[in-house]
């Protein structure tokens, strides 16, 4: 992290651009100009042009993009921040790269999968309005879902609804790259018609020998309401699965269904330090039993009392507030704001703070104490 | 939910209402009061619904233009040897400036774009290109300002503390040289906004002492020093030669902004007809008669889109009161409402050409220099 004391010359450098431009980063003071010559371009950000739109469920659909060509790369199984402006209001999202590293390689382009969220804004947005030539701001690739490079021993995938994006950009890598290792997915969805990929899983199950698809409907198509008799994930899936011995298993898809997943491998005796998990979003916020607390918004006046608080940002939002937040999960550190007084826990590591005045990221803060916030 | 019934009182004639003083002001029912309120709150509701893409790329455009002001009228100061050039770069500096000031500062840090949960436009992070520094301004003006409208004795912002304009200021000897004073803080006016908040009379009366001044100082001291770094020091010495060529050009322009601004500003709450209140007059206040007080210390000016753009839409300084945190580009559609809703209480609309306001401003200012005041109607 950047808390080192900046040096005097980095302090001076700061001063002077303050002054020149009333910000810190002379950066932003062209940004807007920059922009309007041509979107692409940017003194602070990257940015990325839509090059296709697909569909590839009913409610999900592939977005081609282009970054611009100083962004950094990525491995396959990594993730990206997505900011695009939502009738005006910039919001940020994360989105597993769904394409190959090698597509990147060859052609400049990566892609991502989302699924349509019910009610869900940025995502309906996406869905209905972000077309073909449109430009988004991308953040540098991150995470830790990726292969290992010294392993070669067999890997285990087991994936929900959405979740097997990251999954696809690591097969995809691998086939491109003859399966140098043995690999086998287990795949759950609703009905069949809503495997992402559906084909193209099928179709590298029957071209590479060392790997084995899965399929999993928890419904028939026909009738949604008709439950088929090997829904949805239970141990003799993990069973088979284990046969192959995989030395990895990668998780992805929503927290219950993850939590049921590592609960049937652990009781069939797999090693959970063995399983890597891509988790976006937050985990369930837990409630404490206990006295309401009361949240105090100091700089605009505004004051709620609640007994089901949840994080501070939607607090705040909930009382008609519009702090500045960017991801919503913990990274980006856009919804810094100070906490005058109280004690906050983080949502994601259940860290308590301290109770002093500190700057807090109000996304992932829980108020455990009456709290005053500079807002 | 009632809605407002028809008020029933006999149209309001300028005599009637002794402008400018406390008595004779038509006050309105509690039922007319509750529906104020409601229809001042469904035409906020309204449009911040509608907000969206279309103001912030209004606001992208105008920060935009400004930049490009800004740098077109630095590089003409520079590289002018001729008078010409060297004015054009002075009015395209000294307009930057004043669109920094009044149509992005002013509004940004109103938190008019915070919706836009871009930090480039959001108050928390808005600096801009004068002597005041933003918290302080936020402090004294969004919050001083706004909540305590022309409450004489509470809001600082009516006279400024030097100029006397109703007569629940007491007259003094000193107040006859006030449109001196007028003069010199519409010349100086980026430090006379900068030293507001220092509360100098309250200081002297002993309210206060300096120590409690302290944190406000620092930042004022610190912003001051960039802005004389930056047009007093670092663009000139950038010329070389030229240096105080540069450096005349630089105070021509902060010379323009500072009468164009303060001009706009007196105009917002020191013309001829708007109103002062007592702080009795607005103990245990409802919002309805918040937005009351607003309405009617407030003055309009008429005129074209490019005063609206100028002036940072406070030429609709009645809209801007009783909206703060709206986008101002949205404040000339809300006007024809707002003025339909003060005809139907009998409210006076107060609006007029910017000359004739400001003409109105400086009779204020003289005529409140003498100890009778408002009592001689000239
Ligand atoms: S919004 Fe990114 S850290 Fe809170």
């Given at each position: 992290m950047h808390s080192q004391t900046p040096s005097l010359l980095q302090r001076a450098q700061t001063w002077i651009n303050s002054s020149l431009f009333n910000t810190n980063r002379a950066g932003e003071y062209f940004e807007y100009l920059l922009e309007g010559v041509d979107p692409m371009w940017s003194a602070l950000e990257c940015k990325a042009r839509i090059m296709e739109v697909r569909d590839e469920t009913?409610?999900?659909?592939?977005?081609?993009?282009?970054?611009?060509?100083?962004?950094?790369?990525?491995?396959?199984?990594?993730?990206?921040?997505?900011?695009?402006?939502?009738?005006?209001?910039?919001?940020?999202?994360?989105?597993?790269?769904?394409?190959?590293?090698?597509?990147?390689?060859?052609?400049?382009?990566?892609?991502?999968?989302?699924?349509?969220?019910?009610n869900g804004r940025v995502t309906g947005w996406m869905h209905d309005t972000?077309?073909?030539?449109?430009?988004?701001?991308?953040?540098?690739?991150?995470?830790?879902?990726?292969?290992?490079?010294?392993?070669?021993?067999?890997?285990?995938?087991?994936?929900?609804?959405?979740?097997?994006?990251?999954?696809?950009?690591?097969?995809?890598?691998?086939?491109?790259?003859?399966?140098?290792?043995?690999?086998?997915?287990?795949?759950?969805?609703?009905?069949?018609?809503?495997?992402?990929?559906?084909?193209?899983?099928?179709?590298?199950?029957?071209?590479?020998?060392?790997?084995?698809?899965n399929l999993i409907a928890s419904y028939d198509d026909s009738d949604s309401k008709h439950k088929l008799p090997q829904s949805p994930i239970c141990a003799e899936h993990i069973q088979a699965l284990l046969e192959s011995k995989p030395e990895q298993i990668y998780l992805c898809g929503p927290h219950p269904f993850r939590e049921i997943a590592k609960q049937l491998l652990a009781e069939a005796g797999y090693n959970l330090k063995q399983v890597r998990e891509e988790a976006f979003g937050l985990p369930p916020i837990k409630v404490e039993a206990g006295a309401p607390v009361k949240v105090s918004f100091a700089a605009s006046a505004v004051e709620t009392t609640t007994d089901q608080p949840g994080t501070l940002l939607d607090m705040a939002e909930g009382a008609g507030l519009t702090p500045t937040a960017g991801c919503r999960m913990g990274i980006c550190h856009t919804c810094k704001c100070k906490k005058t007084?109280?004690?906050?826990?983080?949502?994601?590591?259940?860290?308590?703070?301290?109770?002093?005045?500190?700057?807090?990221?109000?996304?992932?803060?829980?108020?455990?104490?009456?709290?005053?916030?500079?807002? | 939910m009632t809605t407002a019934t028809q008020p029933n009182v006999e149209q309001l004639t300028e005599e009637k209402v002794q402008f400018g003083g406390l008595d004779g002001r038509r006050r309105l029912t509690k039922e007319q009061y509750e529906g104020l309120q409601q229809e001042f709150d469904a035409l906020r509701d309204e449009i911040r619904a509608d907000l969206g893409q279309a103001d912030v790329d209004y606001m992208k455009n105008i920060i935009r233009i400004q930049r490009y002001l800004e740098v077109a009228g630095r590089t003409l100061i520079h590289f002018s040897f001729t008078p010409v050039p060297f004015m054009l770069g002075v009015a395209a500096l000294s307009v930057s400036k004043i669109m920094d000031?009044?149509?992005?500062?002013?509004?940004?840090?109103?938190?008019?774009?915070?919706?836009?949960?871009?930090?480039?436009?959001?108050?928390?992070?808005?600096?801009?290109?004068?002597?005041?520094?933003?918290?302080?301004?936020?402090?004294?003006?969004?919050?001083?300002?706004?909540?305590?409208?022309?409450?004489?004795?509470?809001?600082?912002?009516?006279?400024?503390?030097?100029?006397?304009?109703?007569?629940?200021?007491?007259?003094?000897?000193?107040?006859s040289f006030q449109t001196v004073y007028f003069a010199l803080l519409s010349i100086f006016f980026q430090w006379g906004v900068a030293l507001h908040e220092l509360?100098?009379?309250?200081?002297?009366?002993?309210?206060?002492?300096?120590?409690?001044?302290?944190?406000?100082?620092?930042?004022?001291?610190r912003k001051g020093?960039?802005?004389?770094?930056?047009?007093?020091?670092?663009?000139p010495a950038l010329a070389g030669p030229f240096f105080w060529k540069v450096m005349l050009g630089n105070a021509m322009a902060n010379l323009g902004r500072n009468l164009w601004a303060s001009a706009i500003i007196f105009c917002g709450h020191f013309t001829e007809q708007a109103q002062a209140f007592t702080e009795e007059e607005c103990e245990n206040e409802t919002k309805g008669e918040w937005y009351y007080r607003q309405l009617l210390g407030s003055s309009n000016l008429s005129g074209s889109k490019l005063l609206h753009v100028m002036s940072g839409h406070l030429s609709y300084q009645i809209e801007h009161h009783l909206f703060p945190d709206i986008p101002?580009?949205?404040?000339?559609?809300?006007?024809?409402?707002?003025?339909?809703?003060?005809?139907?209480?009998?409210?006076?609309?107060?609006?007029?050409?910017f000359w004739h306001q400001y003409g109105t401003v400086l009779k204020r200012v003289w005529k409140y220099s003498f100890p009778t005041g408002g009592q001689e109607r000239s």
């Open positions: 009913a409610d999900t659909k592939t977005w081609v993009l282009q970054p611009v060509k100083n962004w950094g790369g990525f491995v396959a199984g990594q993730h990206i921040h997505i900011t695009l402006s939502v009738n005006g209001v910039q919001s940020t999202r994360t989105f597993t790269i769904s394409s190959s590293p090698y597509q990147w390689q060859q052609n400049g382009t990566i892609t991502i999968t989302v699924k349509r969220v019910p972000l077309k073909t030539g449109a430009v988004v701001t991308i953040s540098q690739a991150q995470g830790e879902f990726v292969l290992d490079k010294d392993v070669d021993a067999p890997v285990g995938y087991i994936a929900a609804g959405s979740g097997i994006t990251p999954i696809m950009s690591q097969l995809r890598w691998m086939s491109a790259n003859n399966m140098p290792v043995p690999a086998n997915l287990l795949y759950f969805a609703n009905t069949q018609k809503d495997f992402i990929f559906g084909s193209e899983i099928k179709a590298l199950a029957q071209a590479a020998r060392r790997f084995t698809g007084s109280g004690q906050v826990r983080n949502v994601i590591t259940g860290e308590l703070s301290s109770t002093e005045a500190e700057d807090i990221r109000i996304c992932v803060s829980t108020p455990v104490s009456n709290v005053e916030i500079d807002i | 000031n009044m149509e992005i500062g002013h509004n940004v840090m109103h938190g008019q774009f915070d919706w836009a949960n871009d930090p480039k436009m959001h108050s928390k992070n808005f600096e801009w290109d004068t002597a005041c520094d933003a918290g302080s301004w936020k402090r004294t003006h969004n919050f001083e300002h706004h909540t305590f409208t022309n409450i004489i004795g509470k809001d600082r912002d009516y006279g400024y503390a030097v100029l006397r304009l109703s007569d629940e200021t007491p007259w003094t000897p000193m107040r509360e100098s009379e309250r200081l002297r009366d002993g309210t206060f002492d300096l120590d409690e001044k302290k944190p406000y100082l620092k930042g004022l001291f020093a960039k802005q004389v770094f930056k047009d007093y020091i670092f663009f101002a580009n949205r404040y000339e559609e809300m006007g024809p409402k707002v003025e339909e809703i003060c005809a139907k209480y009998g409210l006076p609309y107060n609006t007029g050409p």
